[in-house]
């Protein structure tokens, strides 16, 4: 694992979003997870992001460790691994005091829905740095929950090492919000957080950094070649890409997209995820169909461009 974040490092590759295998009893299952990194890391990934689709707002206390050992064993020599925090601010200070005692080189504050005002966030934020000794990954995925001068603020102070941005618009180009924010923090710190199908609107439009994915678990050659593409500013092989993952993310936004994503790694045979952890609970059998078929041809297209 990566214990130190040079320039460029977080935006290197894809930002890959999995979900966190367990056992039947809930326990951590330490070889179905280092099936899917192995599947992730194959693929040109090397940033591990472990946050919503690990389901880490519910993640015990007592378990928190555990997991980030786990977390930090598994992961290749040359990969980043940011574990999450929070999202109560009584949580995340204590989650500090643990991640003290490893070598993660920055953290992301789980956004709190509710209950919060933006100076709170802003000042949450950074007692949690002061308290965890790294910088954080500020993630930002609705509107009202932080306001752009507050944002700068962490930015210009290096309190944050960059931003996930994965507010959801009916029209990806027309983000108020978003322009505003990369006229304020240099858009090299802020990464497209809601997967391939907004990343090429995000990176053309706004110069976004790169990306994060769910579905690169799934097909990480893939995903890897269209953050290539889009680079290169070769738009049609990007948007013949982006298209190839969208039946699965259709069904991750029609149903719910950490349940499906969990479900869509087992069923296409990379590594068994098993239960999600409550207060979340797995896909019911009649789901499963057309979850699996969309998860085996977005691995097939994946095993075709190796």
């Not at 919060?116 to 802003?122: F, L």
């Not at 009916?170 to 090299?188: F, I, N």
Request: proline share 6%.
């Amino acid at each position: 694992m990566l214990t130190t974040l040079s320039p460029g490092v977080l935006t290197a590759s894809v930002l890959a979003v999995p979900p966190l295998c367990r056992n039947a009893d809930y326990s951590l299952n330490e070889g179905e997870n280092a099936k899917l990194i192995r599947h992730i890391e194959a693929g040109g990934v090397r940033t591990l992001l472990y946050g919503g689709n690990a389901n880490f707002y519910h993640i015990a206390p007592s378990e928190y460790g555990q997991a980030l050992a786990m977390l930090a064993q598994l992961a290749g020599p040359d990969t980043l691994v940011i574990p999450s925090a929070g999202p109560a601010f009584g949580t995340m200070m204590d989650q500090a005091k643990i991640l003290r005692h490893h070598r993660f080189p920055t953290v992301m504050v789980l956004p709190q829905q509710g209950i919060t005002t933006s100076q709170g966030v802003e000042l949450g934020v950074r007692k949690f740095v002061d308290a965890a000794g790294i910088p954080a990954l500020l993630y930002i995925k609705s509107d009202g929950y932080i306001d752009v001068p507050q944002v700068a603020a962490l930015a210009q102070n290096g309190v944050i090492s960059g931003i996930k941005y994965a507010t959801v618009r009916t029209d990806t180009a027309k983000d108020e919000y978003l322009r505003q924010l990369v006229s304020q923090v240099d858009p090299g710190i802020i990464i497209s957080g809601i997967g391939e199908q907004p990343a090429i609107t995000h990176m053309r439009e706004f110069k976004l950094a790169g990306f994060t994915s769910g579905c690169v678990c799934v097909a990480p050659r893939l995903s890897t070649r269209m953050l290539k593409a889009i680079r290169a500013n070769d738009w049609t092989t990007a948007e013949k890409i982006r298209k190839t993952f969208q039946p699965l993310e259709d069904l991750r936004n029609a149903i719910n997209p950490i349940r499906v994503l969990h479900e869509a790694v087992r069923l296409a045979g990379i590594s068994n995820t098993g239960p999600l952890l409550p207060l979340l609970t797995n896909l019911p059998a009649e789901q499963h169909e057309k979850v699996t078929v969309a998860a085996k041809a977005l691995l097939q297209a994946n095993q075709t461009n190796e």
